[in-house]
């Protein structure tokens, strides 16, 4: 009998507390306020210095001058945060959790030691993470994903000193770009995955599109002021590939049926985001494939819980919505969480969910019309023979397509056949490719294929430093 990894736990020692919520993002950040709210004990674990998540990092030390820079969506975490400020949850940060067990125990790296807490229910708001490019030289110093490069704008206030081109699709391309301008930074091209077919693809959604008006102004804004700011802009593009030997010194596409380059020491690359699972499959929960999202999403019930009892999960991590919608699953995970543990009424606790659920659909109307629009193509997703899939151990996606033809039908038997998936990352950067990459070769849907068997340490972990709590 093979034991669940997920069941394992070290003897548990640490303090104990009503919810336990992981991730200071917009979900996390809202979970723990509704649940405080409702007088439950809570402890926010987090892996950043300060709260926000991606979506609102370095909030609370941001200037007037980087509020404005980043525009009125990045300021609406202001009041997040100083609501969670005032709510009496008490906020750990610096803390890398890597494990949770089904028994509700969560252990975690703090200052090199390993903490314990039993939790009576968890909230995962481990938000999203960029989907994988794989192109031609995307491993190239000078390759970075513009969610990378965000990072650096919104915590640093760093951008690059050379003119950048940035590549791929989706609505955080057109947004940083927007942000460098503003910035008075130089944008070398828009290089624009998107077509025509996938205007007529997400024509079919465009009543939930005009319901969701106020997302598409802000979208056309976006481009307007790109346009007026005279940025190169090529839509359409297809065969994207990376130029450089030892580091990056251009980008190649095919637009209009003509090959260009266009130089740069630097590229960001970007087709979305996904949600980041690894917690939710390191518990075995049950996941499915979505189709529209091209990725795997954990089954839940309307108020976030997985099938493993006590373990809720809200934001981007349980299906990708945006900032507004992470707020509100994080209220209806913290009004479900608590009223599990009895501190909430459940005819209070659905009275209040109400108005929330139909906040929610609204910000929902226009989702099908961006996952239509901005469906990453299918040549940047499953690449060619030559192109790096795992960067961590550097396997190529025909090596992985070679070990199909030998018999391997699984993303868990690419580990055993050459290593793919158990690097560093622990399979974020190459999972979705890998699933994709089976899935394409067999002729199967991706959902028969499943997905790599995630296991503790979900980050990484030293022997001394786990040696020192079994002492």
């Known amino acids: 009998m093979v ?4 069941e394992k736990t070290i003897a548990f020692h640490g303090e104990q507390a009503d919810v336990v919520v992981i991730g200071a993002g917009p979900a996390g950040l809202a979970a723990a306020v509704a649940a405080a709210r409702h007088g439950a004990s809570v402890v926010l674990l987090d892996e950043q210095s300060a709260v926000g998540g991606q979506i609102y990092r370095s909030i609370e030390s941001a200037s007037p001058q980087r509020l404005e820079l980043l525009g009125p969506d990045y300021g609406q975490g202001t009041a997040l945060s100083r609501a969670f400020s005032e709510c009496g949850a008490r906020h750990v940060s610096g803390a890398s959790v890597w494990q949770i067990t089904t028994e509700r125990h969560v252990n975690y790296l703090l200052e090199g030691r390993v903490l314990s807490i039993k939790a009576g229910r968890i909230i995962l708001c481990t938000g999203a993470m960029e989907r994988p490019f794989p192109i031609p030289g995307w491993t190239l110093p000078g390759v970075l994903t513009a969610g990378a490069a965000q990072i650096l704008l919104k915590s640093s206030g760093l951008a690059p000193s050379h003119p950048v081109v940035l590549a791929g699709c989706g609505p955080l391309l057109y947004l940083l770009g927007w942000q460098y301008v503003r910035a008075g930074l130089k944008i070398a091209a828009i290089v624009d995955t998107t077509m025509g077919a996938d205007y007529r693809r ?52 095919v637009c209009n049926g003509r090959l260009r380059t266009v130089e740069t020491p630097v590229v960001l ?34 108020w976030g819980e997985l099938d493993v009892a006590g373990v809720f999960v809200a934001g981007d991590g349980r299906g990708i919505g945006g900032a507004e919608v992470a707020v509100i699953q994080g209220e209806l995970a913290g009004l479900g969480a608590t009223a599990q543990l009895g501190k909430l009424a459940v005819s209070q606790r659905d009275q209040l969910a109400q108005p929330l659920r139909a906040a929610m659909r609204k910000h929902l109307f226009i989702r099908p019309f961006l996952d239509a629009l901005y469906r990453p193509k299918k040549a940047n997703r499953i690449p060619a023979d030559d192109t790096i899939v795992c960067r961590c151990e550097e396997v190529t996606a025909g090596e992985i397509r070679g070990y199909v033809k030998i018999g391997c039908s699984g993303p868990n038997q690419v580990k055993s056949y050459g290593r793919c998936g158990m690097g560093p990352c622990q399979g974020r950067q190459c999972g979705l490719t890998v699933t994709e990459l089976i899935a394409d070769t067999l002729n199967i849907a991706p959902g028969e294929i499943g997905y790599y068997r995630i296991r503790p340490p979900i980050t990484p972990i030293t022997l001394g430093e786990l040696a020192h709590e079994a002492k």
């Open 202 to 253: 997400a024509i079919r959604f465009a009543g939930g599109a005009l319901a969701g008006w106020t997302y598409l102004k802000k979208g056309l804004s976006l481009m307007t002021a790109l346009k007026k700011a005279c940025v190169p802009f090529y839509r359409g593009a297809s065969e994207l590939h990376v130029i450089g030997d030892k580091q990056v010194s251009g980008l190649g596409f």
């Open 269 to 302: 690359l970007h087709q979305g985001v996904v949600p980041n699972t690894q917690f939710s499959w390191s518990l075995r929960a049950t996941h499915e494939w979505n189709d529209a999202q091209l990725c795997w999403i954990p089954v839940t019930d309307p």
């Open 3 to 6: 034991n669940n990894p997920a």
